[in-house]
Protein backbone atom coordinates (compact mmCIF):
# COMPACT_ATOMS: atom_id res chain seq x y z
CA UNK A 1 0.00 0.00 0.00
CA UNK A 2 1.53 3.23 -1.10
CA UNK A 3 1.40 6.22 1.63
CA UNK A 4 -0.17 9.53 1.29
CA UNK A 5 2.27 11.84 -0.73
CA UNK A 6 4.01 14.25 0.80
CA UNK A 7 3.56 18.52 -0.54
CA UNK A 8 7.02 20.48 -0.05
CA UNK A 9 6.71 24.06 -0.35
CA UNK A 10 9.30 26.30 -1.85
CA UNK A 11 10.63 28.52 -1.01
CA UNK A 12 11.49 26.85 2.03
CA UNK A 13 11.54 30.08 4.36
CA UNK A 14 8.14 31.12 3.44
CA UNK A 15 7.97 34.75 5.40
CA UNK A 16 8.28 37.64 2.36
CA UNK A 17 8.06 34.98 -0.60
CA UNK A 18 7.12 36.42 -3.70
CA UNK A 19 5.71 33.01 -5.06
CA UNK A 20 5.49 29.58 -3.87
CA UNK A 21 5.58 26.09 -6.04
CA UNK A 22 5.69 22.44 -4.73
CA UNK A 23 7.16 19.52 -4.84
CA UNK A 24 5.17 16.46 -4.52
CA UNK A 25 6.61 13.55 -3.18
CA UNK A 26 5.45 9.47 -3.55
CA UNK A 27 7.06 6.40 -2.19
CA UNK A 28 9.39 6.56 -5.53
CA UNK A 29 9.12 10.00 -7.31
CA UNK A 30 8.42 13.54 -7.70
CA UNK A 31 5.88 15.78 -9.50
CA UNK A 32 6.09 19.40 -9.44
CA UNK A 33 3.51 21.98 -9.48
CA UNK A 34 4.72 25.29 -11.22
CA UNK A 35 8.27 26.49 -11.07
CA UNK A 36 8.83 29.86 -9.61
CA UNK A 37 9.76 32.92 -11.23
CA UNK A 38 13.47 33.49 -10.24
CA UNK A 39 16.72 31.27 -11.06
CA UNK A 40 18.42 31.47 -7.55
CA UNK A 41 14.68 29.93 -6.38
CA UNK A 42 14.08 27.56 -8.82
CA UNK A 43 17.81 26.34 -8.82
CA UNK A 44 17.11 25.61 -4.76
CA UNK A 45 13.83 24.26 -5.21
CA UNK A 46 15.97 21.45 -8.01
CA UNK A 47 18.51 21.18 -4.75
CA UNK A 48 15.30 20.33 -2.54
CA UNK A 49 14.35 17.42 -4.76
CA UNK A 50 17.51 16.39 -5.22
CA UNK A 51 18.03 15.91 -1.73
CA UNK A 52 15.11 13.89 -1.70
CA UNK A 53 17.05 11.40 -3.79
CA UNK A 54 14.20 10.52 -5.86
CA UNK A 55 13.64 11.11 -9.94
CA UNK A 56 11.41 14.11 -11.41
CA UNK A 57 8.50 12.58 -13.36
CA UNK A 58 6.38 15.72 -13.95
CA UNK A 59 5.75 19.62 -13.85
CA UNK A 60 2.34 20.75 -13.96
CA UNK A 61 1.61 24.28 -14.56
CA UNK A 62 -1.51 26.33 -12.23
CA UNK A 63 -1.80 28.94 -14.66
CA UNK A 64 -0.15 31.20 -17.37
CA UNK A 65 1.59 33.97 -15.24
CA UNK A 66 5.80 33.83 -15.32
CA UNK A 67 6.15 33.94 -11.47
CA UNK A 68 5.18 29.87 -11.69
CA UNK A 69 6.94 29.00 -15.37
CA UNK A 70 9.84 31.14 -15.53
CA UNK A 71 11.68 28.91 -13.25
CA UNK A 72 11.52 25.58 -15.17
CA UNK A 73 14.82 25.42 -16.87
CA UNK A 74 16.45 25.49 -13.49
CA UNK A 75 13.46 23.03 -12.06
CA UNK A 76 13.83 20.74 -14.63
CA UNK A 77 17.54 20.67 -14.60
CA UNK A 78 17.62 18.84 -18.28
CA UNK A 79 15.46 15.69 -17.40
CA UNK A 80 13.50 14.55 -19.99
CA UNK A 81 10.11 15.12 -18.54
CA UNK A 82 6.51 16.21 -19.49
CA UNK A 83 5.64 19.60 -18.45
CA UNK A 84 1.88 19.58 -18.41
CA UNK A 85 -0.89 22.29 -18.55
CA UNK A 86 -4.21 22.99 -21.01
CA UNK A 87 -3.50 24.20 -24.10
CA UNK A 88 -4.27 27.27 -23.94
CA UNK A 89 -1.57 27.43 -21.16
CA UNK A 90 0.82 26.33 -22.79
CA UNK A 91 -0.50 28.83 -25.94
CA UNK A 92 -0.24 32.16 -23.82
CA UNK A 93 3.09 31.68 -22.56
CA UNK A 94 4.25 31.12 -26.16
CA UNK A 95 2.24 33.98 -26.94
CA UNK A 96 3.16 36.32 -23.94
CA UNK A 97 6.72 35.56 -23.18
CA UNK A 98 8.24 38.27 -25.38
CA UNK A 99 6.34 40.79 -23.44
CA UNK A 100 7.15 39.40 -20.08
CA UNK A 101 10.46 39.63 -20.98
CA UNK A 102 10.54 43.42 -21.59
CA UNK A 103 8.59 43.79 -18.36
CA UNK A 104 10.93 41.30 -15.90
CA UNK A 105 14.20 41.87 -17.36
CA UNK A 106 14.48 45.22 -16.09
CA UNK A 107 12.45 44.28 -12.59
CA UNK A 108 14.72 41.02 -12.25
CA UNK A 109 17.64 41.30 -14.14
CA UNK A 110 19.36 38.24 -14.59
CA UNK A 111 16.97 36.05 -11.80
CA UNK A 112 14.97 36.04 -14.90
CA UNK A 113 15.69 33.23 -17.68
CA UNK A 114 12.20 31.81 -18.93
CA UNK A 115 13.70 29.37 -21.78
CA UNK A 116 12.36 26.20 -20.76
CA UNK A 117 8.26 25.71 -21.74
CA UNK A 118 5.22 23.52 -21.11
CA UNK A 119 5.59 20.92 -23.93
CA UNK A 120 2.41 18.54 -23.02
CA UNK A 121 -1.09 19.31 -23.17
CA UNK A 122 -3.96 17.88 -21.55
CA UNK A 123 -7.53 18.30 -21.94
CA UNK A 124 -10.18 19.77 -19.08
CA UNK A 125 -10.69 17.00 -16.66
CA UNK A 126 -7.90 14.46 -17.92
CA UNK A 127 -6.14 13.50 -15.18
CA UNK A 128 -2.12 11.98 -15.10
CA UNK A 129 -0.93 9.44 -12.63
CA UNK A 130 2.81 8.95 -11.05
CA UNK A 131 3.63 6.23 -8.80
CA UNK A 132 0.31 6.05 -7.62
CA UNK A 133 -0.26 10.13 -7.26
CA UNK A 134 -3.12 11.61 -9.74
CA UNK A 135 -3.76 14.47 -10.71
CA UNK A 136 -6.43 15.81 -12.38
CA UNK A 137 -7.06 19.55 -13.71
CA UNK A 138 -9.30 21.62 -14.61
CA UNK A 139 -9.10 23.36 -17.27
CA UNK A 140 -10.84 27.03 -16.00
CA UNK A 141 -9.47 29.31 -18.79
CA UNK A 142 -9.51 32.88 -18.68
CA UNK A 143 -9.72 33.79 -14.57
CA UNK A 144 -6.49 35.45 -12.67
CA UNK A 145 -4.60 35.23 -15.88
CA UNK A 146 -5.40 34.55 -19.04
CA UNK A 147 -5.41 30.97 -18.86
CA UNK A 148 -5.49 29.13 -15.70
CA UNK A 149 -5.58 25.21 -14.63
CA UNK A 150 -5.97 24.24 -11.20
CA UNK A 151 -4.79 20.46 -9.96
CA UNK A 152 -6.86 18.20 -8.27
CA UNK A 153 -4.59 15.64 -6.14
CA UNK A 154 -5.86 11.96 -5.59
CA UNK A 155 -9.54 11.11 -4.26
CA UNK A 156 -12.06 13.26 -3.13
CA UNK A 157 -11.26 16.63 -4.31
CA UNK A 158 -9.47 17.67 -1.05
CA UNK A 159 -6.22 18.90 -2.24
CA UNK A 160 -6.13 21.30 -4.45
CA UNK A 161 -3.36 22.51 -6.67
CA UNK A 162 -5.11 26.12 -6.68
CA UNK A 163 -2.99 28.33 -8.73
CA UNK A 164 -3.94 32.35 -7.93
CA UNK A 165 -7.55 31.54 -7.71
CA UNK A 166 -7.09 33.06 -4.09
CA UNK A 167 -4.60 34.78 -3.16
CA UNK A 168 -3.46 34.72 0.87
CA UNK A 169 -4.14 37.95 1.72
CA UNK A 170 -1.80 39.48 -0.56
CA UNK A 171 -2.78 42.29 -2.88
CA UNK A 172 -3.41 40.23 -6.44
CA UNK A 173 -2.84 41.19 -9.82
CA UNK A 174 -5.88 42.31 -12.14
CA UNK A 175 -4.21 43.58 -14.86
CA UNK A 176 -5.05 40.74 -17.23
CA UNK A 177 -8.48 42.11 -17.16
CA UNK A 178 -10.35 39.14 -16.78
CA UNK A 179 -12.05 39.61 -13.46
CA UNK A 180 -15.29 39.03 -14.36
CA UNK A 181 -14.49 35.37 -15.61
CA UNK A 182 -12.71 35.37 -12.30
CA UNK A 183 -15.50 36.34 -9.61
CA UNK A 184 -17.46 34.00 -12.07
CA UNK A 185 -15.18 30.88 -11.30
CA UNK A 186 -14.70 31.37 -7.73
CA UNK A 187 -18.06 30.84 -7.57
CA UNK A 188 -18.33 27.48 -9.61
CA UNK A 189 -15.22 26.80 -7.45
CA UNK A 190 -16.76 27.43 -4.14
CA UNK A 191 -19.38 25.29 -5.09
CA UNK A 192 -17.06 22.34 -6.56
CA UNK A 193 -14.87 21.87 -3.49
CA UNK A 194 -15.61 20.09 0.33
CA UNK A 195 -15.49 22.21 3.43
CA UNK A 196 -12.45 20.57 4.08
CA UNK A 197 -10.58 21.16 1.41
CA UNK A 198 -7.35 22.38 1.40
CA UNK A 199 -6.17 24.87 -1.32
CA UNK A 200 -2.33 25.12 -2.24
CA UNK A 201 -1.89 28.38 -3.45
CA UNK A 202 0.94 30.26 -5.62
CA UNK A 203 1.11 33.42 -3.01
CA UNK A 204 0.83 32.04 0.76
CA UNK A 205 -1.02 29.29 1.57
CA UNK A 206 -2.43 26.99 2.55
CA UNK A 207 -6.13 28.12 2.85
CA UNK A 208 -9.67 26.70 2.85
CA UNK A 209 -12.89 27.29 1.69
CA UNK A 210 -13.26 30.24 3.61
CA UNK A 211 -11.10 32.55 1.77
CA UNK A 212 -12.77 32.39 -1.53
CA UNK A 213 -15.25 35.44 0.12
CA UNK A 214 -12.09 37.29 1.03
CA UNK A 215 -11.23 36.91 -2.34
CA UNK A 216 -13.98 38.42 -4.08
CA UNK A 217 -14.12 41.12 -1.92
CA UNK A 218 -10.80 42.20 -2.82
CA UNK A 219 -11.66 42.33 -6.67
CA UNK A 220 -15.13 44.27 -5.81
CA UNK A 221 -13.17 46.96 -3.72
CA UNK A 222 -10.43 47.17 -6.29
CA UNK A 223 -13.25 47.49 -8.79
CA UNK A 224 -15.23 50.06 -6.62
CA UNK A 225 -11.68 51.82 -6.02
CA UNK A 226 -11.52 52.22 -9.67
CA UNK A 227 -14.66 53.48 -10.29
CA UNK A 228 -14.72 56.25 -7.50
CA UNK A 229 -11.05 57.68 -8.39
CA UNK A 230 -11.07 61.15 -9.92
CA UNK A 231 -9.80 60.16 -13.54
CA UNK A 232 -9.50 63.83 -14.81
CA UNK A 233 -5.88 63.50 -13.03
CA UNK A 234 -4.37 60.07 -13.76
CA UNK A 235 -1.64 59.78 -11.11
CA UNK A 236 -4.63 61.20 -8.76
CA UNK A 237 -6.24 58.43 -9.38
CA UNK A 238 -3.77 55.69 -9.43
CA UNK A 239 -2.61 56.81 -5.68
CA UNK A 240 -6.63 57.01 -4.58
CA UNK A 241 -6.90 53.27 -5.66
CA UNK A 242 -3.77 52.08 -4.30
CA UNK A 243 -4.87 54.04 -0.89
CA UNK A 244 -8.47 52.40 -0.99
CA UNK A 245 -6.32 49.08 -1.27
CA UNK A 246 -4.25 49.24 0.91
CA UNK A 247 -6.81 50.45 3.64
CA UNK A 248 -8.77 47.00 2.74
CA UNK A 249 -5.37 45.24 3.48
CA UNK A 250 -2.86 47.03 5.16
CA UNK A 251 0.38 45.40 4.09
CA UNK A 252 2.97 46.20 1.24
CA UNK A 253 3.02 42.66 0.19
CA UNK A 254 2.43 41.96 -3.71
CA UNK A 255 1.76 45.22 -3.82
CA UNK A 256 3.85 46.09 -7.08
CA UNK A 257 0.85 43.67 -8.78
CA UNK A 258 -1.94 45.78 -7.68
CA UNK A 259 -0.14 48.74 -8.66
CA UNK A 260 0.61 47.70 -11.99
CA UNK A 261 -3.36 46.74 -12.59
CA UNK A 262 -4.99 49.68 -11.55
CA UNK A 263 -4.36 51.41 -15.24
CA UNK A 264 -5.35 48.64 -17.55
CA UNK A 265 -8.80 48.23 -15.77
CA UNK A 266 -9.38 51.57 -15.54
CA UNK A 267 -8.56 51.35 -19.31
CA UNK A 268 -11.00 48.28 -19.47
CA UNK A 269 -14.04 49.67 -17.74
CA UNK A 270 -13.62 52.71 -20.20
CA UNK A 271 -12.48 55.40 -17.40
CA UNK A 272 -9.49 56.30 -19.52
CA UNK A 273 -7.83 55.76 -22.82
CA UNK A 274 -5.53 52.56 -22.87
CA UNK A 275 -1.90 53.67 -23.27
CA UNK A 276 -0.60 51.52 -26.17
ZN1 LIG B 1 1.26 34.33 -9.25
Redesign the pocket.
Known amino acids: MASEPTIHRYPVEHEGAF?NAYLVETDTSVVAVDALLMVSDSRAMRAGLEALGKPLRAVLLT?S?P??YGGLTQLVAGDDVPIIAPQGVIDTIARDDEMKEEILRPMFGDEWAAETFPNTPISDGDSVTFDGATFTVIDLGPS?SPHDSPWILGEGERTVFL??QIYDHKHC?LGDGFHEQWLENIETLRDRFPEDAVFYV??GGPVGPGEWDWQRAYIETFLEAIRAADWSNREQAQAEVVVEMKRFLPTDELSFLMELSVEPVAAQLGLVAATA
Open positions: VHHDHEGDFGH
